[in-house]
């Protein structure tokens, strides 16, 4: 249920008028926005609740996070390093300074 609150006049001759929603049982306000009335146009602006925006950022780092850590320990980027690996590297490299 939105609730619109009492005009109030601005210094500059704008009418403001604030706009809230009740949650359920009627216990908490959130504002919503609030609208402008001047001479020539009305206008809307809504109300930016920076902590959930905040919250959302948080939650996609540690999504992120989470995600590029599983990819690591799942197959590691750098590449392996077995014994195997390192005989045949050394064996190219003795190869290759003979030629």
Request: positive net charge.
């Amino acid at each position: 249920m939105l609730i619109f609150s009492e005009p109030y006049e601005a210094k500059n001759g704008a009418v403001i008028v604030s706009v809230s929603r009740t949650s359920w049982g009627g216990r908490a306000d959130r504002p919503v926005g609030m609208y402008t009335i001047r001479d020539d146009s009305t206008t809307w602006t809504p109300a930016i609740d920076i902590n959930r925006v905040a919250l959302i950022g948080a939650c996609t780092g540690f999504v992120a996070a989470a995600l590029s850590t599983a990819a690591v320990l799942r197959r590691p980027p750098w590449p392996e390093m077995t014994e195997r690996t390192m005989i045949a590297i050394a064996q190219a490299r003795a190869a290759e300074s003979r030629r």
